[in-house]
């Protein structure tokens, strides 16, 4: 009988042992999980802290808490691989979906916000998942995509996502110019939301519409309205706003005011982009008043104190842009068109950089080639080629036609500069000099393509006037 109950009493002991092992596993393994997600939401915040505070300093965030964003991923990975069942998947998809949308990887973003809008439709994530897609489509220039997000995201209650849709339809309404929607929207949004935390950043959006529309005095308008409510706490917005109120003040021609409001924002700016930014426009407005030195001056401390940033590769291409068109030294500006190539430039620098860079390389061989020519008005002619349609500089190319058209009528570029020639002075109000070149034209060379262009221009782009 002892024998027995010792067995029944060591089996017992058994099964506790084993259902506490069990038990452990498994508490260990929910501990684990629970850690995981902790973990994973923890890095998701801190890249978010990283970039608010990368923003408030003018600083680019693209590059900011690209470690911990791949933490977060890699954490939310693990727990949708190991816990397919577990009640946190899509607060997984969600913090995967947004930290691939922070890297930059929109499509990687946009199947995360797609499996949480197809496979939870009742997660409260939905909304954001409709509204985070949006800002990915609106990203990649995928406007109409991006619309159709936002209007889904607006249907949801949530007042917060409503306002943010909203404020983000109205940016990619801009962004598409698709100006009159973007309008309508932003009237619709202050009747609805007048006391809004986002009314700020509509206002923002409505400075950046006028200034598309060149509408310069409404935008003035507009910043002396905001600037009764904005505070420099805020400072994205005020520095966004007062750039863009400057930038208004320039196409007024109000550069000395323009000059005013800019060294006051700088004084405001810790240094960073915001900084340099605001730098350059200052070169700018000196520029425009004709004072090349002190806007020589002025991006050369850009360069020097920003070194092998984007800042600095714009300054390096507009004193490029000096050296070609006001001082007309095209060897100096080619240096530094070369130097803004090999200094970080952002893309659209990059582009417009080489293109400079190459063009003056043709007008300097081509000006070389003048002293040993032979037939110097082929050359003559294809220089004023190159200030039209490449340097773009239609002040240099009309008077290098006109040198052309004066000094070599025997060359076989002569009627093709003839009519290009004819359609300067036109668009600058000489019709009727410009119809007595293109008549010209036609008795001249009937036979070419010549005379049939000069043809339409005289007779079917001309209104009020009939064939002879």
């Keep these: 009988m002892n024998k027995l109950n010792g067995n029944i009493s060591t089996k017992i002991l058994g099964s506790i042992l084993f259902f506490s092992m069990i038990v452990s596993i498994y508490s260990c393994g929910l501990r684990v999980y629970f850690n995981t997600f902790y973990n994973a939401k923890n890095y998701y915040n801190q890249a978010k802290y990283l970039r608010k505070q990368a923003a408030l300093q003018g600083r680019d965030t693209l590059a900011v808490g690209l470690v911990e964003l791949d933490s977060a991923i890699v954490r939310c990975g693990k727990i949708i691989q190991m816990h397919p069942n577990s009640a946190f998947i899509d607060d997984a998809l969600f913090i995967m979906g947004d930290a691939f949308l922070m890297k930059g990887e929109f499509q990687n973003a946009l199947g995360k916000f797609e499996e949480i809008v197809k496979f939870y439709p ?15 489509y609106m990203l990649r220039g995928e406007y109409n995509n991006a619309q159709t997000y936002f209007a889904r995201a607006k249907t949801y209650e949530d007042n917060n996502i409503n306002q943010q849709a909203r404020y983000y339809q109205i940016k990619s309404f801009i962004l598409a110019e698709d100006y009159s929607l973007a309008e309508k929207e932003i009237d619709e949004f202050f009747k609805l939301y007048p006391r809004s935390e986002y009314v700020l950043l509509i206002l923002l959006e409505q400075a950046e519409l006028l200034f598309n529309q060149e509408k310069w005095q409404e ?12 505070d420099e706490d805020n400072m994205t917005v005020y520095y966004q706003t007062t750039l863009r109120f400057a930038q208004a003040l320039q196409h007024l021609n109000q550069n000395q005011e323009a000059i005013a409001v800019l060294q006051d924002l700088r004084s405001n700016l810790p240094s960073g982009t915001r900084d340099a930014e605001a730098a350059i426009e200052i070169a700018v407005c000196y520029r425009n008043l004709e004072n090349y030195d002190m806007a020589l001056q002025i991006l050369n401390e ?6 092998r940033t984007q800042e600095a590769a714009k300054a390096l291409y507009l004193i ?6 006001d001082y007309f030294d095209f060897n100096q500006a080619k240096a530094f068109y070369e130097e803004a190539r090999l200094s970080n430039p952002d893309q659209s620098t990059l582009s417009l950089a080489m293109h400079r860079s190459l063009s003056l390389t043709k007008i300097i061989q081509y000006q070389q080639a003048l002293d040993t020519a032979q037939q110097p008005g082929d050359l003559k002619f294809l220089l004023a080629e190159l200030y039209y349609y490449e340097l773009e500089d239609e002040a240099r190319a009309q008077q290098a036609y006109l040198d052309f058209l004066s000094n070599y009528p025997q060359s076989s570029y002569y009627p093709k500069a003839m009519l290009v020639y004819a359609n300067m002075i036109y668009s600058q109000g000489e019709i009727i000099q410009a119809d007595s070149i293109y008549q010209q034209v036609i008795e001249n060379y009937p036979d070419s393509e010549y005379a049939d262009y000069a043809f339409r221009k005289l007779y079917d782009e001309v209104p009020n006037q009939t064939e002879p």
């Design 122 to 136: 009742h997660s409260p994530f939905v909304s954001q998942a409709y509204l985070k897609a949006g800002i990915a």
């Design 302 to 307: 850009v360069n020097t104190a920003y070194p």
């Design 320 to 325: 490029g842009e000096i050296y070609e068109k």
């Design 219 to 230: 935008l003035r308008e507009l910043y002396q309205t905001m600037n009764d409510i904005i």
